[in-house]
C-alpha cells in the first residue's frame, strides 16, 4: 500500500497524538512520586544537587560548530556519556539504554544512550562489558512484549527524566511504569513502579552473543554471557544473577531463532515455565500481579561464576533497601564534590562544571576493593591488597584527566600506578593505547608532583615499550632506525572512512613527546645515558615537518614528503590520527618552544596560531568526532585540545584568555537541551578539559608539573587538593564581558608569568587574578615569562 504525503503526515501526526496522549497519563501518574534527582525547592541544596549527568549526552547543534559531520546516514556525535548510576570510577553502572547496537552501530561507538531518542529499549547493570553492549537487558513491559532483539519499546516523557550522581529515574509512557536506578560498588538496583496490571513483566535477556539464563525459584534468574572472550581485569564477569523483591506468579525463557531470519509467524522460541535456555539472545520473563503503585525491586551482580555474583549481592545489598544505597551513592559523590567549591558564574555554568566533574570521574575504573578477588591482566584469579583499578585510556585522559585526579586523589593515582605496574608484570609491557605510549606521562607527571611510589620498578616496562620492537609501540623498529615512522599512501581517497594506515606523522610527534617524559624520569632515576638517548629521540618530531608547507606532514618509506597534501583534510589513520594537518602541527607540548622555532620563532609561531582558529573548515573528508570548530581547531577530539594555551609561549596570553572563554561557552551546552558536547568525551577527557580550563589552568604537558594559566568563568573557585592544602583561584571584577587578566598576584606577591608549577601551590595557594573588558598586552609576553620548553629561544 503507498501513502501520499498528506497521508504519511496524517499518519504521523496521529503517532505524536499517541505519544502525548501516553505522555499526559504517565505525567499524571507520576504526580507524587519523589523526584530524588534533584532538590524540590528549585534552589540545589548542595554542589551535588547543581550536577546533571545527562549532561554530554546530546550533540551539538549549531552548524558553524559541527562542520560537515556526519556522515550520511549516521547520527551527529555527542559526548556519548551515560546519564546512569554508577560510583566514582566504578565498573558498575546503573544506566538506560535506547540505542540497540546489536543491531547497527549508529555512531560508529557502541554506546548506551543519546539523548535525542524517543524511546527506551531497555536498562542494563554493567557486565562483562559496558555501554550498549552491556548484559542483561532488563526491561519492564506492562501487557504485551516482543522477544529481542526487537525489543519492546517505550517513549518516555523527558520532563520526567532525572539524573543525579548516583541516581537515574524516568516514566516510561508506554508501560505506565516508573524506572529509577541506583547502584553500589559492584551492584545495580532498579525499582520499578507498576500500573494496575496482571501482567506486569519484566524481561531479562543476554545480546546477540548469547549464552545460558536460567530461573531459579521464584524471585532469581542467573546466566552467562558467552564467547565475550573478557575474562581479565577490565570485565566484572560474564556471569549474572538478578534477585527479585517479591515471588513473580508466572516465568518462562527465550531466544532468537536466526534461522528465521525473514518474516515468519509464530517461530519465535517461547515457551512459558521453562527454566532454562542457552543461544543468542537467550532470556527470560517473569511476570507479577501488580496493584496501582506497587513495586518491584531488581538488584544485579556480576562475577567470574554465579557464586560470586551471588556472594556480591549479599555483600554490598543484603537486603534491597533502594533509598538507603542512593543515600550511600551520594554519599560517596559528595565526597569528591566537596573538595571543589566555586562561587560566582551563572546557574548554568555551574551545572556545567559539576556535571562535568561528575564525568572526569569515569576512567579508570575499579575493579577490585583491597581483599576482594578478581581476575588478573593473565586472566589468574587473585585476592587484591590494594583498591586495583582497570586500564587507563591513556591517549584520551591521560592529556588532562590524569592530572586532575593528581590534584584532588594523589593516594587514588597511587594506587592507579601500582595497577598499571602489576598489570605490566603480568602482560610483560606497560599498557598503551592507540598509537602513543602514555603511561610515563602518568608516572613522571606524579613524580613531578611529589608523590611517592616505586619510580625504579616501573621504569623497567616504560623503558621496555620504549625499546623493545615487540611491545606495544607498533612501529617503534622503524622510529628507531629513521627517527620518523612512515605512511603508505592508500589506494582512491585517503580522507575517512580510511582507517588502516600506521598515522606515522602523527604517531612520529606521540612517541617524541613519551620520549620526553621518559627522559625525565631516567635523569631522576641517575640513568644518564637513558635520558640522553631519549632526549634525542624527543627531537624526532622535526623529521616529520616540512619547511617548505609549515606542517608536519606524512612521509613514504623512502623519505618523499607525501603528496598530494592538503592540511585541512582530517585523513583518520593516514599521516594523521583522527585530525587534519592542522590541529596535528600542535601536538608537541613537550617542546612548544622548539615548534615555534621551526615556524620561524615567536611572531610567526602566534600567526600561524592565528591562522589556525581563523582559517574556514572546508574539508571535503568526514572526521566523525570532529566537531566543536573554531576554524580548524577541533575541540571534539584530543589531538589539538592543548591548542588554545600555547599563546602562552608566544607571549599573548590574552588570545588564551579569550579562546578559552568562547570554547566553553559555544562547545558545551549550548545546543537546544543544554546537555550537547562536542565530539565524545572519551571516559572523562572532554569533561576534564572543562573542568581544569573553568577552573582557570591547564596542563598542556601532564607529564610535567606545570599549568598554564586561561581565564576562570567563576569569581572564586577553592580546590581541597588530596594533601590537604587549599589552592584558591580568586577573579576579581569577573564578568561574561571582563575575561582578560589585567594583573596577578600569587600569595600576595605580583605574578607576571601566564603560568605556575605545581611546587608554587603544593603547599597551598592563592591565585588572585583582576579581570578587564580589554586585554592587558603587556602581562605575561616577556620571553623570560614563558614556561618552559625543550628547545631555547632561537
Request: with cysteine; net charge negative; hydrophobic share 35%.
Amino acid at each position: 500500500m503507498k501513502l501520499s504525503l498528506a497521508g504519511l503526515r496524517r499518519r504521523a501526526s496521529a503517532i505524536v497524538q499517541r505519544y502525548a496522549v501516553a505522555a499526559m497519563a504517565v505525567s499524571v501518574f507520576a504526580i507524587g512520586c519523589t523526584g530524588a534527582g534533584h532538590a524540590q525547592s528549585g534552589k540545589p541544596a548542595s554542589s551535588l544537587d547543581e550536577a546533571n549527568p545527562l549532561v554530554g549526552t546530546a550533540p551539538l547543534d549549531r552548524q558553524e560548530l559541527i562542520g560537515n559531520s556526519p556522515p550520511p546516514g549516521e547520527p551527529l556525535y555527542s559526548g556519548m556519556t551515560s546519564p546512569g548510576a554508577t560510583l566514582p570510577q566504578s565498573a558498575t553502572e546503573a544506566t538506560p539504554v535506547n540505542l540497540n547496537v546489536d543491531l547497527s552501530y549508529p555512531a560508529g561507538v557502541g554506546m548506551s544512550y543519546y539523548y535525542t531518542n524517543p524511546t527506551m529499549i531497555g536498562f542494563t547493570g554493567g557486565g562483562s562489558t559496558y555501554g550498549g553492549r552491556a548484559a542483561p537487558m532488563i526491561m519492564p513491559v506492562v501487557g504485551d512484549w516482543t522477544v529481542p532483539p526487537d525489543y519492546s519499546q517505550s517513549y518516555y516523557d523527558k520532563a520526567s527524566e532525572k539524573a543525579s550522581p548516583g541516581f537515574y529515574s524516568v516514566d516510561l509512557a508506554t508501560f505506565h511504569t516508573r524506572v529509577e536506578l541506583t547502584a553500589t560498588q559492584r551492584t545495580s538496583l532498579m525499582r520499578f513502579t507498576f500500573p494496575a496490571s496482571h501482567r506486569s513483566n519484566v524481561i531479562v535477556n543476554l545480546r546477540r552473543r548469547g549464552g545460558d539464563v536460567e530461573v531459579v525459584g521464584d524471585r532469581t534468574i542467573r546466566g552467562v554471557t558467552t564467547g565475550s572472550g573478557r575474562q581479565d581485569e577490565e570485565s566484572e564477569g560474564p556471569w549474572f544473577v538478578a534477585e527479585f523483591s517479591r515471588p513473580f506468579t508466572a516465568f518462562g525463557t527465550f531466544h532468537a531463532d536466526h534461522e528465521h531470519e525473514g518474516y515468519g509467524i509464530g517461530d519465535a522460541d517461547v515457551q512459558a515455565a521453562r527454566r532454562t535456555i542457552s543461544g543468542s539472545y537467550a532470556g527470560a520473563y517473569v511476570t507479577f500481579d501488580t496493584k496501582a503503585g506497587e513495586q518491584v525491586l531488581v538488584k544485579i551482580a556480576h562475577g567470574h561464576s554465579a557464586e560470586e555474583a551471588q556472594q556480591r549481592l549479599r555483600d554490598e545489598d543484603a537486603d534491597g533497601n533502594f533509598d538507603r544505597v542512593h543515600a550511600q551513592a551520594r554519599a560517596a559523590w559528595a565526597k569528591l564534590f566537596d573538595r571543589v567549591e566555586v562561587t560566582g558564574g551563572t546557574p548554568k555554568q555551574r551545572m556545567l562544571f559539576y556535571s562535568t566533574l561528575y564525568h572526569s570521574f569515569a576512567s579508570p575504573r575499579l575493579v577490585a576493593r583491597k581483599g576482594d578477588h578478581f581476575a588478573g591482566a593473565d586472566g589468574k584469579v587473585q585476592v587484591a591488597s590494594y583498591d586495583r583499578y582497570g586500564p587507563v585510556p591513556f591517549w584520551d585522559t591521560g592529556r588532562n584527566q590524569i592530572t586532575l585526579l593528581m590534584l584532588l586523589e594523589p593516594k587514588v593515582i597511587q594506587d592507579i600506578m601500582r595497577s598499571e605496574l602489576d598489570r605490566a608484570r603480568e602482560r610483560g609491557y606497560m599498557h598503551t593505547s592507540f598509537h602513543g605510549d602514555h603511561a610515563v606521562f602518568l608516572y613522571d607527571g606524579a613524580w613531578q608532583r611529589g608523590i611517592e611510589f616505586d619510580y625504579a620498578a616501573a621504569y623497567e616496562y616504560l623503558r621496555k615499550n620504549a625499546t623493545d620492537p615487540k611491545g606495544p609501540r607498533g612501529y617503534l623498529a622503524e622510529y628507531m632506525k629513521n627517527g620518523w615512522i612512515s605512511d603508505i599512501v592508500p589506494p582512491g581517497n585517503p580522507s575517512p572512512p580510511y582507517a588502516g594506515g600506521k598515522a606515522g606523522a602523527a604517531t612520529t610527534l606521540e612517541y617524541a613527546w613519551d620520549d620526553h617524559a621518559l627522559a625525565d624520569v631516567a635523569r631522576r632515576l641517575g640513568k644518564t645515558d637513558d635520558a640522553k638517548m631519549f632526549t634525542q629521540r624527543a627531537a624526532n618530531y622535526r623529521n616529520v615537518f616540512d619547511p617548505s608547507v609549515g606542517f608536519v606532514r606524512g612521509r613514504t618509506e623512502d623519505g618523499k614528503w607525501i603528496s598530494p597534501f592538503d592540511p585541512g583534510e582530517p585523513y583518520y589513520n593516514f599521516m594523521m590520527k583522527e585530525a587534519s594537518g592542522w590541529s596535528t602541527l600542535w601536538l608537541v607540548p613537550h617542546d612548544v618552544q622548539g615548534l615555534a622555532n621551526l615556524l620561524g620563532g615567536r611572531d610567526a609561531f602566534n600567526a600561524k596560531l592565528d591562522k589556525f582558529f581563523s582559517t574556514p573548515y572546508t574539508a571535503k573528508g568526514i572526521c566523525r568526532d570532529c566537531t566543536g570548530l573554531i576554524g580548524e581547531y577541533v575541540q571534539g577530539n584530543q589531538p589539538d585540545q592543548q591548542a588554545a594555551y600555547l599563546y602562552a609561549w608566544g607571549g599573548q596570553p590574552w588570545k588564551t584568555q579569550a579562546l578559552t572563554r568562547r570554547i566553553l561557552a559555544d562547545m558545551y551546552g549550548s545546543d537546544a537541551s543544554g546537555y550537547g558536547y562536542p565530539g565524545m568525551d572519551d571516559q572523562g577527557s572532554t569533561s576534564s578539559w572543562y573542568v581544569l580550563s573553568a577552573m582557570g589552568f591547564y596542563p598542556v604537558d601532564p607529564s610535567t608539573p606545570d599549568y598554564i594559566i586561561g581565564s576562570p568563568i567563576f569569581d572564586r573557585v577553592r580546590l581541597q587538593m588530596g594533601n590537604g592544602k587549599v589552592f584558591e583561584v580568586v577573579a576579581r571584577n569577573n564578568s561574561a564581558q571582563n575575561i582578560y587578566i589585567q594583573s596577578a598576584t600569587l600569595n600576595g606577591k605580583p605574578w607576571n608569568k601566564s603560568w605556575f608549577s605545581h611546587a608554587d601551590i603544593a603547599n597551598g595557594a592563592t591565585l588572585e587574578l583582576t579581570m578587564g573588558p580589554a586585554p592587558n598586552k603587556a602581562w605575561g609576553a616577556d620571553p623570560h615569562d614563558a614556561p618552559p620548553s625543550m628547545s631555547a629561544a632561537q
